[in-house]
């Protein structure tokens, strides 16, 4: 098993407490209303948000990625830190065994906050995860972050 990792640093006017909770603690609500041309559903499985859920992910058609699951296994809302991991999806498959992130939202002077993610993604036997399609996946995040953030931004007093 092989394991391929990159670090994205994003920084945002938006409050750290505000970030975390739109991403991690009601994302299976707010990612569907934000972004319905992405998001069909997102389903909370056993769980009720916290660590240990697994949210089923359900993205609208066309999309390359059909739905994942996605198992948050560590939630700290004090710390605004989240780790979670692709377990079942169509990209796990035959070449790549999980993807895991560790997430952390960290406040900065004038309110706003820097967001830092290293995500790791475990493969199978020699397989290299090809850069480009890193590229493609941080692209779409990117997306899904400018977004939220937009959102955030004309409903201020969400998860205020």
């Known amino acids: ?16 407490h505000r ?12 990612f569907p209303k934000v972004l319905p041309q992405v998001f069909s559903k997102i389903d909370l499985i056993p769980g009720q948000g916290g660590a240990p859920t697994i949210k089923l992910i ?12 996605n198992e ?12 979670n991991r692709i377990v079942e999806g169509n990209m796990i498959g035959d070449e ?3 993807i895991c992130y560790d997430v952390k939202f960290e406040a900065n002077s004038g ?4 967001c830092t993610t290293k995500i790791e993604y ?4 020699d397989f290299v995860i090809n ?21 955030l931004t004309a409903h201020p007093d969400l998860y205020a």
């Open 122 to 125: 475990h493969t199978k036997g």
């Open 131 to 151: 850069e480009e399609e890193m590229k493609k996946a941080e692209e779409k995040s990117k997306g899904i972050f400018e977004a939220v953030q937009a959102y």
């Open 111 to 114: 309110g706003g906050c820097t």
């Open 19 to 30: 970030l975390f909770q739109a991403f991690y603690v009601d994302s299976h609500n707010l």
């Open 96 to 98: 790549i065994e999980t």
């Open 58 to 69: 359900q993205y609208r058609d066309g999309d390359q990625v059909k739905c994942m699951k």
């Open 72 to 83: 948050i296994t560590e939630l700290d809302a004090n710390k605004l830190v989240c780790k």
């Open 1 to 16: 098993m092989g394991v391929s990792a990159y670090t994205d640093v994003a920084k945002s006017p938006i409050a750290a």
